[in-house]
């Protein structure tokens, strides 16, 4: 198989498209056809929603997509046991609608929604603000389900929220990029819907004195679901996809909450004496509350999944993991004259979007040194958006570990024919 | 049923591991070794040729490699609370005790982690972190006993992980040492490291994938306050309906426990807790969190209490978890174990799960299956996350009862199994559940799970004959001079 002469409606990423097109409904169907494919040496490229297609190394051979948005049922929603399975070709949106119609949620969020599909969720272990509170995708999987490049449909865990029988391949297949298998089926945990979310939007005049703030909300009287450290420009971005009438131009730091109505409106007055120092706070509640929530999620992203209307995208995005205590001094260091930061501050997540119009060159030089500056400090940096022709040079997943030959050993013993997204992630 | 075999170690071996680990960290002596030929689970019995407990990481890694050299099986243990043979020594070898290494190596709570030698006993972290305003969660109700290594091999849950999520949701990263001794960092302190998630896999691997010497877990923001009280009733059927009545009215509690009436009378006569003698079943219900919300989510608690008919009795609001009325309450809870002796000389915990839902027909069925079987079964488990622990009692030393025990077990997780679930919530699979993988799995999801512990084990050198049975792949692998695994 070649790659095709000219592009078409099925791209892969980095500008390459794929030869083909599988869309099973039914999973027996999928596994064969991997097996079959996989058997004749063709790449085998797992789609859901095609929101993080350019997320990963280049498409490495000539293959097929596996399209998996003609799995979308929703197989068991036992309510009244907490848990729900479904196929992974289920929006997140359409997911949490299903629940919400039973008072209940999956307290995940994820970029672009309407579009990303839970397998593709799962798959690029995806999460959002609230990660702080509510945990990350691999605290909510219990079950899951695959069809390997052997053929075969693997399942591990189980239905019930508790279950050690087995080695936990819920976990291995959350975050494996599709480069072990194709996710068919998950079995998550769900929780009450809250009554009540609300942020507290407070700007700053600059990060000095945000570390020590931070310091006190580690201890603080309230339970913040969300920690959200904004610099300048992506303060102002958020903003604006919020469509909210927000105070930006300095710092901002958007603390989270979820509860009761009474406990949310505790924790909002208890945050206005800790928060002292900053210039100006604001609660955001009710309906604005979710719109602040949707474009808290969605700026990381860039716009770049959305097909961003009206944004320009932008062509070199980072994400650092970090110690919690370094976050400060590590976006103090990053110049906001080029790029939007977001920390998910809580969780030492640091998201960083090249701002438009910068050349590549000059972002490429931060990426080399806040990498440094990452590692050194115990933690790491990818970069889940970068032009094709960098990628070699730049180094997509970070600087090497100790275990990514372990890692590499376990994508042979699922996937010895190397056929699941080649050259993107293991 | 002993297994009763073990391997050639040689004099030289012996002599090399002392060298290893100093000749005061080694037990030899048949009549020392006894101690080491079971864990929790009784019924099957083996002794280790002989016993190490390495100080260190490099000396973990010495013993391993000596192990390899001379082609003899291995075995991490920790406390020895393993309620599913997970360190019996099957086709005897070395058995490595993590005990000694006891060291708490750091605690950060600004950035909410710690790291720990594997031979910490549980509780020694909750008790280093008093007064901190953290606290780690997993607390299985062998805390006092159990080590983090172990609870690490083991995914263990306790009371609070219904709330709180079992040890896997609160493990960022581990040391390693391989069974072929060379040592890997997987995860680490910060979140979301590059790469797959293999400290998520690494949890829950019953010890088959190598020797755990460090560990890097989560610590939690202690809850302002909580409510913790017992709803009693006249029988198991409405404190069940209760516990299926909440969750399906989305109420989280941070614990919620049952104790049948068998159990209440062994606690009482053995400690005199104060628990009502006279009920069906207890539930010790525990909500816990910001004081301003928890008058309503007490209150909401005590409602589905009362309308399953049953009544509100000792209620405790505490701020920390000092308050002698907490302390007792779960003192009681985690003592159950220790009463059964009253019962019965001998006993076997199973532990089953079930949908949440189910729980009123599994309790029902137990019943039905004791009566059946002649037996006797003790009820005390983690109901809020459909985890339950039968307790069967009988004296191993009539083979009939011991039969009609393993018969009324099988049947029991046969029943799981029908209603959904899984035959191990947290004790795993071990030596004792094995024959039930085919059941809860497929040839190619067994395969799958033998391929993974290759990449670790590719010897199957390190803790044989368990969780995966044999003949599905190649696992077995038959080195000289050890017997295969019976
Ligand atoms: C009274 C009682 C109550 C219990 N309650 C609970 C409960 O509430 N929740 C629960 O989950 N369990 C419970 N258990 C079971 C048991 O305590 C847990 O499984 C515990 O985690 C075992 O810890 P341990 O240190 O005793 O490990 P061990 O029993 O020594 O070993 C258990 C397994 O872990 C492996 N292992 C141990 N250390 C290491 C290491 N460092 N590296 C690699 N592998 C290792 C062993 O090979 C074995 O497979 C209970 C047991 C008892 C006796």
């Known amino acids: 198989m070649n790659w095709p002469d000219s592009p078409n409606d099925t791209p892969l990423g980095d500008g390459r498209f794929a030869s083909a097109v599988e869309r099973p409904t039914d999973r027996q169907e999928l596994a064969d056809a991997l097996g079959r494919l996989a058997a004749e040496g063709i790449g085998l490229y797992p789609q859901g929603g095609r929101t993080a297609l350019e997320c990963g190394g280049i498409p490495a051979r000539p293959g097929v997509a596996i399209d998996v948005t003609g799995l979308s049922r929703v197989v068991d929603y036992p309510a009244a046991d907490m848990t729900i399975t479904v196929e992974a070709g289920l929006t997140l949106a359409e997911l949490q609608r299903t629940l919400g119609a039973q008072g209940q949620r999956l307290p995940l969020e994820a970029p672009a929604a309407d579009l990303a599909t839970i397998g593709g969720v799962f798959a690029t272990d995806s999460s959002g603000p609230r990660r702080f509170g509510n945990g990350r995708p691999r605290d909510l999987i219990i079950g899951v389900a695959f069809a390997s490049s052997k053929g075969e449909l693997v399942k591990g865990g189980g239905r019930v929220v508790k279950n050690v029988a087995g080695y936990d391949l819920p976990k291995l297949l959350t975050g494996s990029m599709g480069s072990l298998g194709v996710i068919v089926e998950l079995t998550l945990k769900t929780r009450p819907r809250p009554e009540a979310t609300a942020l507290c939007w407070s700007t700053w005049p600059g990060m000095e004195p945000?570390?020590?703030?931070?310091?006190?909300?580690?201890?603080?009287?309230?339970?913040?679901?969300?920690?959200?450290?904004?610099?300048?420009?992506?303060?102002?971005?958020?903003?604006?996809?919020?469509?909210?009438?927000?105070?930006?131009?300095?710092?901002?730091?958007?603390?989270?909450?979820?509860?009761?109505?009474?406990?949310?409106?505790?924790?909002?007055?208890?945050?206005?004496?800790?928060?002292?120092?900053?210039?100006?706070?604001?609660?955001?509640?009710?309906?604005?509350?979710?719109?602040?929530?949707?474009?808290?999620?969605?700026?990381?992203?860039?716009?770049?999944?959305?097909?961003?209307?009206?944004?320009?995208?932008?062509?070199?995005?980072?994400?650092?993991?970090?110690?919690?205590?370094?976050?400060?001094?590590?976006?103090?260091?990053?110049?906001?004259?080029?790029?939007?930061?977001?920390?998910h501050a809580g969780n030492g997540i640091v998201w960083g979007l090249g701002r438009p119009g910068i050349e590549v060159d000059r972002l490429a030089e931060d990426v080399t040194r806040l990498r440094e500056a990452a590692v050194s400090a115990g933690g790491n940096l990818i970069l889940p958006r970068c032009p094709t022709d960098r990628k070699p040079s730049l180094g997509i997943w970070g600087a090497p570990r100790g275990d990514w030959e372990l890692a590499r050993m376990v994508k042979r013993a699922i996937d010895p024919a190397g056929a699941m997204n080649p050259g993107r992630f293991l | 049923?002993?297994?009763?075999?073990?391997?050639?170690?040689?004099?030289?071996?012996?002599?090399?591991?002392?060298?290893?680990?100093?000749?005061?960290?080694?037990?030899?002596?048949?009549?020392?070794?006894?101690?080491?030929?079971?864990?929790?689970?009784?019924?099957?019995?083996?002794?280790?040729?002989?016993?190490?407990?390495?100080?260190?990481?490099?000396?973990?890694?010495?013993?391993?490699?000596?192990?390899?050299?001379?082609?003899?099986?291995?075995?991490?243990?920790?406390?020895?609370?393993?309620?599913?043979?997970?360190?019996?020594?099957?086709?005897?070898?070395?058995?490595?005790?993590?005990?000694?290494?006891?060291?708490?190596?750091?605690?950060?709570?600004?950035d909410r982690y710690a790291v720990v030698e594997p031979g910490v006993v549980n509780v020694w972290l909750t008790r280093a972190l008093a007064g901190s305003g953290f606290h780690y969660a997993p607390d299985p109700s062998?805390?006092?006993?159990?080590?983090?290594?172990?609870?690490?091999?083991?995914?263990?849950?306790?009371?609070?992980?219904?709330?709180?999520?079992?040890?896997?949701?609160?493990?960022?990263?581990?040391?390693?040492?391989?069974?072929?001794?060379?040592?890997?960092?997987?995860?680490?302190?910060?979140?979301?490291?590059?790469?797959?998630?293999?400290?998520?896999?690494?949890?829950?691997?019953?010890?088959?994938?190598?020797?755990?010497?460090?560990?890097?877990?989560?610590?939690?923001?202690?809850?302002?306050?909580?409510?913790?009280?017992?709803?009693?009733?006249?029988?198991?059927?409405?404190?069940?309906?209760?516990?299926?009545?909440?969750?399906?009215?989305?109420?989280?509690?941070?614990?919620?426990?049952?104790?049948?009436t068998l159990m209440i009378q062994a606690l009482e006569e053995a400690f005199g807790f104060g628990f009502p003698t006279d009920a069906g079943a207890v539930l010790i219900i525990e909500v816990d969190g910001l004081e301003a919300g928890l008058e309503h989510e007490?209150?909401?608690?005590?409602?589905?209490?009362?309308?399953?008919?049953?009544?509100?009795?000792?209620?405790?609001?505490?701020?920390?978890?000092?308050?002698?009325?907490?302390?007792?309450?779960?003192?009681?809870?985690?003592?159950?174990?220790?009463?059964?002796?009253?019962?019965?000389?001998?006993?076997?915990?199973?532990?089953?799960?079930?949908?949440?839902?189910?729980?009123?027909?599994?309790?029902?069925?137990?019943?039905?299956?004791?009566?059946?079987?002649?037996?006797?079964?003790?009820?005390?488990?983690?109901?809020?996350?459909?985890?339950?622990?039968?307790?069967?009692?009988?004296?191993?030393?009539?083979?009939?009862?011991v039969r009609r025990v393993l018969d009324a077990s099988h049947e029991i997780l046969e029943e799981c199994i029908a209603c959904g679930g899984s035959v191990t919530g947290e004790h795993g699979i071990g030596v004792e559940k094995m024959e039930f993988m085919p059941r809860l799995f497929s040839p190619s999801d067994l395969a799958a799970m033998v391929a993974l512990r290759e990449v670790f084990n590719p010897q199957g050198r390190c803790s044989p004959g368990k969780m995966l049975p044999i003949g599905v792949g190649c696992i077995e692998r038959k080195s000289p001079g050890r017997h295969a695994p019976a």
């Open chain 2, 298 to 401: 007490a209150e909401a608690v005590a409602e589905v209490v009362r309308r399953n008919g049953g009544s509100v009795k000792n209620a405790i609001a505490w701020t920390t978890r000092k308050e002698p009325e907490y302390v007792a309450i779960w003192k009681a809870r985690k003592s159950a174990f220790g009463a059964i002796g009253r019962l019965s000389p001998t006993f076997c915990t199973q532990d089953g799960v079930v949908p949440r839902t189910k729980l009123p027909h599994i309790l029902r069925r137990i019943t039905e299956i004791g009566a059946k079987n002649g037996l006797r079964i003790a009820n005390v488990f983690h109901a809020g996350d459909g985890n339950i622990h039968p307790i069967l009692l009988f004296d191993e030393r009539d083979p009939a009862q």
């Open chain 2, 142 to 260: 062998s805390q006092t006993a159990c080590t983090i290594g172990g609870n690490v091999a083991t995914n263990s849950g306790g009371p609070h992980t219904l709330k709180y999520g079992v040890t896997v949701n609160h493990v960022r990263g581990v040391e390693l040492v391989l069974p072929d001794g060379r040592v890997v960092e997987i995860g680490g302190k910060a979140e979301d490291t590059p790469g797959l998630d293999l400290a998520g896999l690494v949890v829950g691997n019953e010890g088959t994938f190598g020797v755990v010497t460090k560990v890097i877990v989560n610590l939690t923001r202690d809850p302002e306050a909580g409510r913790t009280f017992l709803g009693v009733f006249e029988s198991v059927d409405q404190a069940t309906e209760t516990v299926s009545g909440l969750i399906a009215a989305g109420i989280v509690p941070a614990a919620l426990e049952m104790l049948d």
């Open chain 2, 1 to 110: 049923m002993a297994v009763a075999q073990s391997v050639d170690i040689s004099e030289s071996l012996r002599a090399e591991l002392a060298r290893a680990v100093g000749p005061e960290n080694l037990l030899h002596h048949r009549d020392e070794l006894v101690v080491y030929e079971c864990d929790g689970y009784v019924i099957e019995k083996n002794v280790p040729d002989v016993v190490v407990f390495p100080t260190s990481t490099e000396q973990v890694v010495a013993v391993v490699r000596l192990c390899n050299t001379y082609d003899v099986p291995f075995v991490p243990r920790g406390a020895g609370t393993s309620l599913a043979g997970g360190t019996l020594a099957v086709g005897g070898g070395v058995m490595i005790c993590l005990t000694r290494m006891k060291r708490i190596l750091e605690i950060n709570t600004r």
């Open chain 1, 210 to 343: 945000l570390e020590e703030v931070l310091g006190v909300l580690n201890t603080s009287r309230t339970r913040p679901v969300a920690l959200e450290l904004l610099n300048g420009p992506a303060a102002e971005a958020v903003a604006r996809r919020s469509g909210l009438d927000l105070p930006a131009g300095g710092v901002v730091l958007a603390v989270g909450l979820e509860g009761t109505e009474t406990l949310v409106s505790w924790q909002l007055d208890v945050l206005e004496a800790e928060l002292g120092g900053a210039s100006g706070l604001v609660p955001v509640r009710g309906s604005d509350a979710d719109r602040l929530w949707g474009a808290l999620t969605d700026h990381p992203a860039g716009g770049l999944a959305l097909g961003g209307e009206g944004e320009a995208s932008s062509a070199l995005s980072f994400k650092a993991n970090l110690l919690p205590s370094s976050v400060v001094a590590f976006v103090e260091s990053i110049d906001p004259g080029r790029w939007e930061v977001q920390s």
